[in-house]
């Protein structure tokens, strides 16, 4: 009997399931619901086997007969194929679906190296684990990732399409290290999105007035304060809104930020001008006597965030009166300040604490202590005279002006 698709459609189920051979093993399986099921009947060393092709019509019969080929071939080679079948379906069902992936890359990559792990857990769930999240991790394709890239794009969110697929990427690079996948999806895939590179820098002019206009902007005391450290002290944003105390030795006129709270993980040690020293001493003040913080978060017990500064500088722009800028972008003013004033941009790269490489990396921490104190003094010199006019009495005044 030659099977057809009319004869695969005539087949009527019965109480029990029936199996119908054709030739050479190939055959169907009739269930009791009318349900068809292609199969291979064999023998393979003294044992009855049977090895499920597919279901019709879902699979085609000339589908089924070319799968039938492959598994005959097998056999005659001296090779199990239902075995190998089995085989793969034991490690498709071990291999981790797309959301247990990204649960892994969290926990065992993400929150031990990365500040802004909770940004790439919030942006997995938005968007990757929401549309592959029960699919397993090694089926995803490069052409999945373009439509999901692409879909991001076309709601209006370029730049986070690019963010998405620094994330997506980073995942299975992490997937493929640990032998999860085989190939990377993300190979080869350019940024969906142009973005202008950052070099927003203040005008002297510009400098005036976000001084100015820090005075009248709703903003709490705590945030224009935590403005006006950045802007002295050129340290990164979340390392000046999460400051604890303890970092400061003001007899000394020293910040030291600790290796866990620097971006690139080494400590970095920040001279503190008089000035400074002065806006620390009002920040004291400001912030509650008994606070372990600089800048105590209202719900108590830690630190305000560090996306507080730049939803406070975002919700004042038109108070600003200035073409827009971040938190960071106080920090690269003071920077490009320093080198116009002749600092060494070595000096400025020190005082950054930008990432370095090498053995002196490590054993070089300490040398140009003499070199960032006299270049933090010039740069609160120069700023003072930008904002508040050259005379040395006004010094105190513009340090705690808030």
Not at 92 to 98: E, I, M
Not at 147 to 160: H, K
Request: charged share 30%.
């Amino acid at each position: 009997m030659l099977f057809t698709d009319r004869y695969l459609k005539s087949l009527k189920p019965k109480e029990k399931r029936y199996e119908v051979l054709e030739s050479l093993g190939f055959g169907v399986r009739v269930t009791p619901h009318g349900g068809v099921t292609f199969i291979y009947v064999y023998q393979f060393e003294g044992r009855n086997r049977r090895m499920t092709l597919g279901t019709y019509p879902s699979l085609t019969l000339s589908e089924a007969r070319k799968k039938h080929a492959e598994a005959r071939e097998l056999f005659l080679k001296g090779i199990d194929p239902g075995a190998i079948t089995q085989t793969a379906k034991e490690e498709r069902k071990a291999s981790p679906t797309v959301a247990e992936l990204a649960e892994e890359y969290m926990e065992k990559w993400a929150k031990a190296r990365k500040k802004s792990w909770k940004e790439d857990e919030r942006m997995l769930n938005h968007d990757v684990i929401s549309a592959w999240g029960r699919r397993k991790a090694k089926d995803i394709t490069r052409r999945d990732v373009i439509i999901l890239l692409d879909q991001i794009v076309e709601r209006g969110s370029p730049i986070a399409a690019n963010r998405t697929l620094c994330v997506v990427r980073k995942m299975f690079n992490f997937a493929l290290s640990r032998d999860i996948i085989q190939t990377t999806p993300c190979a080869a895939i350019a940024r969906p999105a142009e973005e202008n590179r950052r070099d927003r820098i203040f005008t002297t002019d510009e400098t005036r007035i976000f001084w100015d206009r820090l005075e009248i902007v709703r903003m709490d005391i705590g945030s224009k304060l935590a403005l006006k450290l950045q802007l002295f002290t050129a340290q990164r944003c979340g390392e000046v809104s999460g400051a604890p105390w303890t970092e400061f030795d003001l007899v000394e006129g020293w910040w030291t930020i600790p290796s866990e709270r620097a971006k690139n993980k080494m400590p970095h040690r920040v001279p503190l001008s008089k000035m400074t020293k002065d806006l620390l001493a009002e920040i004291k003040k400001t912030s509650g006597g008994d606070s372990p913080w600089l800048f105590p978060s209202p719900r108590g017990g830690k630190p305000v965030g560090e996306t507080a500064l730049a939803h406070a500088v975002k919700k004042n722009l038109s108070v600003f009166g200035i073409p827009p800028f971040t938190p960071h972008d106080l920090r690269r003013t003071a920077a490009s300040h320093m080198t116009s004033m002749g600092i060494p941009r070595l000096v400025v790269a020190k005082i950054l604490n930008h990432a370095e490489s090498g053995v002196t990396a490590v054993y070089d921490r300490h040398s140009y202590d003499q070199e960032k104190r006299r270049a933090m003094d010039a740069w609160s010199k120069r700023l003072h005279e930008i904002v508040n006019g050259s005379t040395e009495e006004n010094v105190v005044a513009f340090a705690v002006k808030s």
